[in-house]
């Protein structure tokens, strides 16, 4: 394909010189922009003048002129000032896909020592500043520094053209860093991004591409025009980058810099709301915007992570060979990768896993304590959770919390050493507030979200437990039981998450698969495990675990045993809010007659809400004051 490479900048950049350069390497032919300016603006400019608007337009027509006739043969390049957005339109026009902008950008000053240099050079150092007023500089051009050589210049320009990176991410964080390194390593060709902050972030995409072997054929910038022409078109661009107003930032530098057909991966936890005002708004403008919940954490996002991709399924399609490339496998070797849905539906999965994972994690927390005030050490606990690993119990979280237990610090426990205030990323508060407004009653997530704020109130709970001056609790209850329990707790928080899930699939439209979700479940993400696996047929069946019924089957076999662990904990003064919680709420679902009756009395009392009956059809409303005692 013929393309015209117009080389621009401020007298001075060394666009001839670079633009010679060029054409010889192409083997195209050259053409030096200055030589087809009429006599007139030779004169004015050697008289000190800057050219004006009206002095520029028979020449950017000439030029234009130019342009579609090398490419016509077999392209050109051609140096050209170009310095304002109008001039550089007035040269593409009706040629747009087929012109490269080359942009000389360097400092004023070295600038001008090279100008003063020249000998017999029409244009006069003197015009500089005037050019550098006049610039606007191009927002799609490749950038490249004139503190280089020319032939360093040139082979950066060619480097940039001719191989072009089949994905680019964007945020160099942990995750990024990761995902970079697990793309590498099947093979793709990538390019990355970081910022660059002056004496904060420097070099952070050169420096980490220096560190790792894998990574020797990747690209990487801190200028993020360079970093979009780098890549092949459509463009594919994954973000990972701090949801909210970080994101925003990014994506309003990146935006301007696409083209129709581009499509955005955005990585990162983003409320499922914002991703989908985040697609209609780049859908006018002709870019896909894919919301992909992504689950793992560091190593999983190098060994192959859990993806939820969401957007539009013909936009998902041009990126599932990289992320199903990428992804953690099952146990039948498919990608736990899989198209989740329209809209936001990949991140509100992805929020939905997170809050599971906060009940599973808060679970273990009160196995741990419970066994800690039963008199056993950590290495002792660890060992009890050892043996539930190889009874059916096997989770990623209960791995590494066996391992989080055995870790020392000399004789000493780390454990021990680690202050008792848990933080929380969001997601689990997003949990909480959709399964509000959804109308479900995930009890477990909502638990585990209170009860790591009320571990934040450390000053305060030191207060308290002066006060009450209780004696160290002790917890008497077997080990066979806490699992049983532990292992139905399990089971009450998977269903929460499931029917939370199929509820925003009816509200939303999303046709959410739940069986297909638990499957990219399976591996890779944090909640992985063997429940998650047993789970897979029978969602294929019914959206209410809860009514399935070999999931009956166990809440009916281990249910006294979590009885037994509440009644124990409660005994001992030990919190056990996801204990209670889960068996609160098959108290409460396995009731048939509830006191909900009195409640639907009092609304219809103080607030004439009205109410139905179970003897009579309709709906009824009563005068429940006594007017006439006294």
Known sequence: KANVFIVMGVSGSGKSTVGQLLADTLEIPFFDGDDFHPERNLKKMSDGLPLDDSDRADWLQELHQLAQAALVQKGAVIACSALKANYRDQLSQSIEDAVDFIFLEGD?????????????????????????????????????????????????????????????????????????????????????????????????????????????????????????????????????????????????????????????????????????????????????????????????????????????????????????????????????????????????????????????????????????????????????????????????????????????EGEAWLIDKILDKAGNKGTGNWSTVAASQLGIPATMIASALFARYISSFKEKRMQLASIFEEEAPVFECNTQDLREGYAIARIVNHCQGFELLAAASHEYNWSLHLAEIARIWTNGCIIRSGLMEMLIPPLKHTESLLLHPEIIEHLKIGRSSLKKVVLSSVAANIASPCFQEALNYLNAMGTSTSAASLIQAQRDYFGAHTYQRHDQVGTFHTKWKNTNHD
């Open 108 to 408: 004023e000053e070295l600038i001008r020592k090279r100008m003063e240099a020249r000998k017999n050079h029409f244009m006069s150092p003197a015009l500089l500043k005037s050019q550098f007023d006049t610039l606007e500089p191009p927002e799609k051009a490749l950038n490249i520094s004139i503190e280089l050589s020319p032939q360093e210049m040139v082979s950066a320009i060619v480097d940039a053209l001719h191989q072009k990176s089949s994905i680019g991410l964007i945020g160099l964080g942990v995750m990024g860093k990761s995902l970079c390194r697990n793309l590498a390593r099947h093979g793709f060709q990538i390019s990355m991004f970081n910022r660059h902050l002056q004496d904060v972030e420097e070099h952070i995409a050169v420096d980490f591409k220096a560190a790792h072997p894998e990574l020797n054929k990747a690209k990487a910038f801190d200028h993020l025009g360079n970093f979009v022409r780098s890549l092949e078109r459509p463009r594919k661009i994954m973000l990972m980058i701090k949801a909210g107003k970080p994101l925003d930032q990014t994506l309003d530098r990146l935006v301007p810099l696409l083209d129709e057909g581009d499509i955005i991966i955005d990585g990162g936890n983003s409320h499922f709301k914002d991703t989908h005002a985040r697609q209609k708004k780049l859908a006018s403008q002709g870019i896909e915007y894919i919301g992909a919940g992504i689950s793992g954490g560091e190593e999983g996002a190098l060994k192959g992570p859990s993806i939820m991709p969401g957007g539009d399924i013909e936009a998902y399609q041009q990126v599932a060979p990289f992320l199903e490339t990428i992804a953690a496998k099952d146990l039948n070797g498919n990608a736990c990768c899989s198209y989740i849905g329209p809209e936001g539906s990949g991140h509100f999965v992805k929020t939905i896993h997170n809050g599971i994972e906060y009940a599973e994690m808060q679970l273990l927390v009160e196995v741990y304590f419970l066994l800690r005030a039963s008199g056993k050490n950590p290495d002792e606990i660890a060992a009890v959770l050892a043996s539930w690993q190889t009874e059916g119990l096997d989770s990623f979280l209960l791995e590494i919390t066996i391992e989080i237990l055995r870790k020392k």
